[in-house]
């Protein structure tokens, strides 16, 4: 059973920046695939970053340039840096952990084991 709690979401301005966090249970954190997904209202749930475990790191087009995402595997935990916010980034953001990735398949929701709560982002223009 793994745990994932997110944190750091918030209100902002366009052009603002925000940090997510996602703290992870589990004695081998470090093998995952961790990703971070977002979803609009009435809209689908939508890749947005993965880290491998070996630190490879895959973007969704929109938030390339961005959006950083990071690992602490030492804090079991994993980084969503999102600068230059638009309007349009405007979500609930959830952190997910696969944890026997073995397929290039990170921006498929449907490979992911374990869902954190979400947490809610909101850009004003």
């Known amino acids: 059973q793994v745990q994932l709690v997110e944190s750091g979401g918030g209100l902002v301005q366009a052009g603002d920046s925000l940090r997510l966090s996602c703290s992870a249970s589990?004695?081998?954190?470090?093998?995952?695939?961790m990703g971070w997904f977002r979803q609009a209202p009435g809209k689908e749930r939508e890749f947005v970053a993965a880290?491998?475990?070996?630190?490879?790191?895959y973007y969704a087009e929109p938030v390339k340039g961005r959006f950083t995402i990071s690992r602490d595997n030492a804090k079991d935990t994993v980084l969503l840096q999102m600068n230059s916010l638009k309007p349009e980034d405007t979500a609930v953001y959830y952190c997910?952990?696969?944890?026997?990735?073995?397929?290039?398949?990170?921006?498929?929701?449907?490979?992911?084991?374990?869902w954190g709560q979400g947490t809610q982002v909101t850009v004003s223009s």
């Open positions: 880290i491998w475990s070996r630190g490879n790191a």
């Open positions: 997910a952990a696969d944890l026997s990735p073995s397929s290039g398949a990170y921006y498929r929701t449907s490979v992911y084991d374990y």
């Open positions: 589990g004695r081998t954190f470090s093998t995952y695939t």
